[in-house]
Nanobody
Framework: QVQLVESGGGLVQAGGSLRLSCAAS????????MAWYRQAPGKQRELVAM???????NYPDSVKGRFTISRDNAKNTMYLQMNSLKPEDTAVYYC???????????????WGQGTQVTVSS
């Protein structure tokens, strides 16, 4: 079993910054791709940033140049640095990871419980 725990959300004024963290624990042999998603009220969950095991990254245009995803493989932790935040960035942010497990178990697609980010105007 694999657990993901996010932290770092909160309330910030427009133009401010926040840094989210996602720590993975449990039966982890290898973490493949990791990603951040967000879901605003009444909207579908959307991809915010993705990072491969090798460090390649991908962002949608809505956050490109403002958000930076990174990971520390030694700590099984992923980060999202969010700068120049806008009110439209307000959402619950979820971390996601594709994890290979020990013991010949199937890979799992794990989700965190989410952390609220609120940007005031």
């Amino acid at each position: 079993q694999v657990q993901l725990v996010e932290s770092g959300g909160g309330l910030v004024q427009a133009g401010g910054s926040l840094r989210l963290s996602c720590a993975a624990s449990g039966n982890i042999f290898r973490i493949n791709a990791m990603a951040w998603y967000r879901q605003a009220p009444g909207k579908q969950r959307e991809l915010v940033a993705m990072i491969t095991s090798g460090g390649s990254t991908n962002y949608p245009d809505s956050v490109k140049g403002r958000f930076t995803i990174s990971r520390d493989n030694a700590k099984n932790t992923m980060y999202l640095q969010m700068n120049s935040l806008k009110p439209e960035d307000t959402a619950v942010y979820y971390c996601n990871a594709h994890v290979g497990q020990y013991g010949g178990l199937a890979d799992v697609n794990s989700w965190g419980q989410g952390t609220q980010v609120t940007v005031s105007s």
